[in-house]
């Protein structure tokens, strides 16, 4: 099949190839480069002078395409080689060849483009890429505006593959989001001139197919340089979403998740539900209708990649928390029936396909890839328990195969099962069978499998399902592990039972023994050479026995306990096995600090408290310690010398400095100087007593160790931000030029006076470095970058009003003549709610007291006339305008319409009013659709008023109406329970109009007068209002204050306070439209 | 970005096919990132490991064909058997167009590689699932010039 080939470059490869060695083959290289520098020389010259004279005569030295393609590909692959200084030939022949009307060649010269066109050691990112532009974009422009498709093609892949970046990385590397493309950039024109163009390629239905897919991944590039472009053109989202409607091109869908998944989880959240509905339908079409068109199919498989990813993208909607509430965006009760049956389906045919068995590498992990898939939604899914532990049940059973993929991947999905849920709560006694099975399984791979992340994994789920009464049972089972796993893992593992132990622990006795025990596993004092001082820190991290000091200064209680079992161990350690180094730092600390306390106590068993023996086993273990320690034993030392003034092992001490002093190590040789002189020298005493006073307690609250907890929080995505660009925030930036960024505080400044002695670490160690190590220095700096961030998380907070709107409340552009309807509805129970060329939408309102439903008919207006089909028919949004934290009515869709709609199709809307609602909160509905390849949006508004809750009350008298009328009067008396209007009519009306107006709205008519008198007319009705929480009475009176029946003053008076305003306002707005 | 890039490289840690979809690595970056995960893989026991390794930031999901090892980085929250899959849609297309591939057809035709990925894969993402498509798109391709 492939043919055409470079008989030049095959042999040039082959040349290279046979080289003997390196010296020929550079030898060959230079040979060559030298070769085609002189071609492309001789060629421009001879090009200009053949324009100079114009000479027509072809010249033998000008160079064909073809042999320029050659030459040019003969540097790419010097280049491939790793020569990548031979080939710095510029960008002139590059792009000489994409200027080309050749399709080889222009594909070439784009190639050479995106290879050769190197980042300059010296600039950014944002640098390199807008370089790039400069020199791309003539080119790029040209071929998008081209009318060949192929052409258009290559200059999407370049868009694509070179201007492609990964927002993640970038905001680890900066110290603010930073986006490569800014509205005030000088070249912001020319990325958006390109973006525009690349938009239309995507969404245009005129284009082929497989150019749309291009342009949508490479509108996804483009956006995430510049994401001003989408918010600032908000109209065309509606147009993205559509691209779900594509059911035919599969590849166009599956290269459109991405986009849309950017869209609705950084850009704006509000689409989430419309998306939801569509993707679930989707996956009902794939996996359980099999209307997978068959060149999609992998091994009998429907689509498997496209499954996969619609299946993760319910999963990044079901996990979006909208930054300001902190709740999350999408919940169970968001969305419609069939939405939810859809994924319940496919959720356990998923499971139901992966658990039979299969022929076939490719299908058995194609079935499996979209099983893992499914399964982490369950929880999402299912309020019962039961659907849950058949998913646990079936991945626990997973974790005894025999593939080490599956185990691993297993435990990674039991991770999000039991992470996300509170399947691990203490009171949740549903899944006890299960992790009675489950829990014995993990220690034996941990101590059995050959596989070391499936240990790590092992652990990561461990670490998971521990809570408040499992967790002794978890922890001694690490422990018992710890001694026997592997050297990469060691580090890891403590640092698990270090905060687990924090965690859970409730006993204090219990969590020194833990830990003290866990760290006395480390490697021994002995066996780290003293020349190497990270010896043993590399298995456990400093972080673990740093935090136990932590704890033990902080709680008064632990203090002598943990003297006593640091004497224990070390005593128990002694002869072959030598004491861990971490126990001697840990002890060197502690009894330092604290052993005073037990001098004068007694032993249970053999150990010696005595202050002899304290210095004893610190000074036995000084000589096998890192120099780190050393310095820290010193310290200790210095403290045992102002303690016990006359022990016999003070001349030891002395000596011991003395001796430091000649020490080649600096930290060791200036302690030892220090301390000698604090020591010796006359009038030290008090200088030594301040410099040895006691450890004030930490402050810090967050344990450095959660930092080094590895990527569980991660896999689980629970806390996962949604990270929406913030429109708010790029107007700041426009504003003010400089990134709002809040300097970072001087180092120090910001850390609470108690820590002030600890922060001298860094500046004078020696002196000030009473009790703790070097190391102390960079955890303080850490803790200082954990401030800064928090305080710049508040200030985007403090910055933002609402993440999804932009920040000021956006002002909605609602569809021509939309007002109609919305009248109409105001007081019809049925009729037209909308209507143009390609659509009538129809309603029906069923009221039952508090919930009043919708029921929407849409039918084809241009089957009549066009003759085709509306497709895509999709509710985008159903927003209701109610407050969001107590809103006064409810609103749900209850069944979504069909996508195809050849006549027409229905949908319902629920409403529960919960309180009174007011005039300003009816919901807006966005539909979209197309017909006869036009893409359709209309923005309506429907009411959602509280009169529309009205029913009559029984037959009163007017006797009746009067009382009452009275009594709301004494009983709310002024505008809380009265309100009256004056209103003007368009039409002229009798009183029948009236009369049947409040008939039509529900009234209970008492009272009218006959039509045609002069007197004019006088109407009251009564009615009762109702909401979730109560109901009202409420009577209304209208009179003619003219003598043609257009001017009439209402008066409305109701038993709930206020109420009679909002009706009040209604009924002038039903009366002044025409009727 | 699902894909950061797609490796091929030999046992002996010669690249074969080096795709970087994310470009804000750094030169440098790249060839150390090169050879520390051929150092990684090529040590890993295909019996009793599995075919994903958690590397830095990301992921990697390879699988070795005869002397080579076709390797892609993904995020920490891709799907794994997907992309491993796809590596083998990968392989299986290579195999077609190129009549049993070997490793001298990408020696070769390493121009016509990238071609051929960017019929595939595009900006890091998934372009096209459907075997016959791409052959189909390949084979137009070569009949233009």
């Not at chain 1, 080094?708 to 929406?724: H, K, L, T």
């Amino acid at each position: 099949m492939a043919t055409k080939q470079m008989k030049g470059l095959n042999s040039f490869i082959m040349d290279l190839r046979n080289s003997r060695d390196v010296e020929q083959e550079n030898k060959r290289i230079n040979l060559e480069i030298n070769n085609i520098q002189s071609k492309f020389k001789h060629h421009y010259a001879s090009n200009e002078v053949s324009t100079n004279t114009n000479s027509n005569g072809k010249d033998d030295i000008s160079l064909s395409g073809y042999q320029k393609k050659k030459y040019i590909c003969k540097l790419i692959y010097i280049y491939l080689l790793g020569y990548s200084e031979a080939t710095n030939f510029g960008v002139r022949e590059p792009l000489n060849l994409v200027a080309s009307t050749v399709y080889s060649e222009k594909q070439t010269g784009y190639l050479a483009l995106s290879i050769l066109f190197k980042r300059s050691p010296t600039s950014s990112l944002k640098e390199h890429l807008n370089d790039l532009m400069d020199v791309m974009n003539g080119s790029l422009l040209r071929d998008l505006q081209s009318n060949n498709e192929d052409f258009n093609c290559l200059a999407l892949h370049f868009i694509s593959s070179n201007f492609n970046i990964d927002n993640e990385r970038i905001d680890t590397e900066g110290s603010s989001k930073i986006h490569i493309v800014d509205d005030q950039d000088d070249n912001a024109r020319q990325w958006l001139e390109l973006t525009d163009l690349v938009f239309s390629f995507a969404t245009s239905p005129i284009v082929a197919k497989h150019t749309r897919k291009k342009a949508v991944l490479a509108l996804h590039v483009l956006f995430k340089l510049y994401p001003g472009v989408i918010i600032s053109n908000s109209n065309w989202v509606p147009r993205i979403l559509s691209l779900l409607e594509e059911n035919e091109d599969l590849g166009l869908l599956t290269s459109s998740i991405p986009l849309i998944e950017f869209i609705t989880t950084s850009i704006s959240a509000k689409y989430a539900k419309s998306t939801m509905s569509s993707i679930a339908r989707y996956l009902h079409r794939l996996l359980i209708e099999d209307a997978c068109p068959k060149e999609y199919y992998y091994y009998s498989v429907p689509a498997p990649w496209l499954l996969v990813k619609l299946l993760s993208l319910v999963e990044s909607l079901f996990l979006l928390v909208d930054e300001k509430t902190g709740n999350t965006v999408l919940t169970l009760t968001d969305l419609d029936s069939t939405t939810i049956g859809n994924l319940r389906s496919v959720i356990s045919r998923s499971i139901q396909n992966s658990s039979q068995p299969v022929k076939g590498l490719p299908k058995k992990n194609s079935n499996s890839s979209i099983l893992f898939q499914a399964v982490s939604l369950v929880i999402f899914l299912n309020a019962s328990n039961e659907a849950v532990k058949g998913a646990v049940n079936a991945l626990i059973y997973l974790l005894d195969s025999h593939e080490t993929n599956t185990r691993y991947l297993s435990l990674d999905a039991l991770i999000k099962l039991i992470g996300r849920g509170s399947i691990s709560d203490v009171g949740n006694v549903f899944f006890t069978n299960e992790f009675n099975i489950l829990i014995p399984k993990l220690f034996h791979l941990l101590s059995r499998d050959k596989d070391v992340s499936i240990k790590r994994k092992t652990l990561d789920l461990l670490y998971t399902l521990c809570n408040g009464s499992n967790y002794i049972n978890i922890i001694n089972g690490i422990l018992e592990f710890y001694p026997h796993c592997e050297y990469s893992l060691k580090g890891e593992v403590a640092i698990k039972v270090a905060v687990l132990s924090e965690k859970y622990a409730t006993e204090s006795t219990w969590y020194v023994t833990t830990m003290l025990n866990l760290i006395s596993q480390g490697t021994s004092a002995a066996a780290s050479t003293s020349t190497n001082s990270h010896g043993s820190s590399t298995q456990i991290g400093n972080e673990v026995w740093e935090r136990i000091v932590q704890i033990i200064v902080n709680n008064e209680e632990l203090q002598a306990q943990s003297c006593k079992k640091i004497i224990s161990l070390c005593n128990k350690s002694s002869g072959s096995n030598a004491v861990s180094e971490n126990i001697i730092k840990v002890g060197g600390f502690v009894l330092g600090e604290y052993g005073h306390l037990i001098v004068n106590e007694k032993s249970d068993g053999d150990d010696d408290y005595s202050a002899e023996s304290q210095f004893q086993i610190l000074f036995s273990g000084y000589f096998r310690s890192s120099l780190s320690t050393r310095a820290m034993l010193l310290t200790s030392f210095l403290k045992f010398f102002e303690k016990y003034q006359d022990e016999p092992f003070i001349p030891d001490i002395i000596d011991l400095f003395e001796i430091s002093t000649q020490s080649i190590d600096l930290e060791i040789q200036t302690r030892g100087f220090e301390y000698l002189k604090l020591c010796t020298a006359d009038n030290s005493k008090e200088l030594l007593s301040v410099v040895t006073r006691q450890f004030p307690v930490f402050e810090k609250k967050v344990s450095p160790l959660m930092s080094r907890i590895g990527n569980v929080e991660r896999i689980v995505g629970r806390n996962r931000s949604s990270s929406f660009v913030n429109p708010h925030t790029i107007q700041q930036q426009k504003s003010a030029k400089s990134p709002s960024v809040t300097p970072p505080p001087a180092s120090g400044l910001t850390v609470p006076p108690l820590n002030a002695p600890f922060k001298g670490v860094g500046q004078h160690r020696s002196v000030s470095t009473l009790s703790l190590p070097v190391t102390e220095e960079i955890d303080e700096d850490e803790s200082n970058d954990d401030e800064l961030v928090e305080s710049r998380n508040q200030k985007t907070f403090e910055g933002e009003e609402d993440p999804f709107h932009d920040g000021v409340k956006e002002k909605v552009i609602l569809s021509p003549n939309w007002y109609h309807g919305y009248h109409r509805m105001l007081q019809y129970d049925a009729g037209i709610f909308y209507e143009n060329q390609f659509v009538k939408i129809l309603y029906r309102i069923i009221k039952a007291n508090s919930n009043i439903q919708y029921k929407f008919t849409i039918i084809n207006n241009a089957a009549k006339t066009a003759g085709t089909n509306l497709t895509g028919f999709t509710i985008l949004d159903l927003e209701s305008s109610a407050s969001k934290t107590d809103p006064n009515y409810l609103i749900q869709l209850g069944n979504q319409p069909e996508q195809t709609i050849a006549d027409k199709t229905t949908f319902d809307v629920n409403i529960k009013i919960r309180n009174i609602v007011e005039n300003d909160e009816s919901p807006i509905i966005t539909l979209s659709f197309n017909s006869g390849g036009s893409f359709n949006q209309l923005k309506l508004k429907f009411p959602v008023c509280f009169l529309r809750t009205l029913t009559s009350t029984n037959q009163i008298e007017l006797e009746d109406f009067k009382k009452r009328w009275l009594q709301i009067g004494e009983q709310l008396p002024g505008p809380q329970g009265e309100c009256i209007s004056r209103t003007l009519t368009n039409y002229r009306c009798n009183s029948s109009n009236v009369v049947r107006l409040l008939a039509r709205l529900g009234f209970n008519v008492v009272y009218s007068t006959p039509d045609n008198t002069e007197a004019g007319i006088l109407v009251m009705g009564a009615g009762i209002l109702h909401s979730q929480k109560s109901n009202y009475g409420v009577l209304v009176t209208i009179r003619s204050t003219d003598d043609v029946g257009k001017e009439f003053e209402i008066i409305v008076r109701c038993t709930g306070g206020g109420i009679s305003e909002v009706i009040n306002s209604s009924l002038r707005e039903v009366l002044e439209g025409k009727f | 970005m699902a894909i950061q890039f797609i490796l091929v490289l030999n046992r002996q840690g010669r690249s074969r096919l080096v795709k970087w979809f994310n470009n804000s690595y750094k030169p440098v970056e790249k060839n150390r990132l090169i050879s520390d995960i051929h150092r990684l893989i090529s040590s890993r026991d295909s019996k009793h490991q599995s075919n994903f390794i958690e590397y830095q930031q990301h992921k990697l999901v390879y699988r070795r064909y005869a002397g080579l090892f076709f390797i892609a980085s993904i995020n920490l929250g891709d799907n794994e058997l997907s992309y491993l899959e796809s590596l083998h849609f990968l392989v299986e297309i290579l195999d077609v167009y190129f009549n049993e591939v070997c490793e001298l057809d990408l020696v070769f035709n390493f121009y016509k590689l990238y071609a051929i990925l960017d019929e595939i894969y595009l900006g890091g993402e998934i372009q096209e699932i459907s075997k016959q498509k791409i052959l189909n798109r390949l084979a137009e391709i070569d009949k233009l010039d």
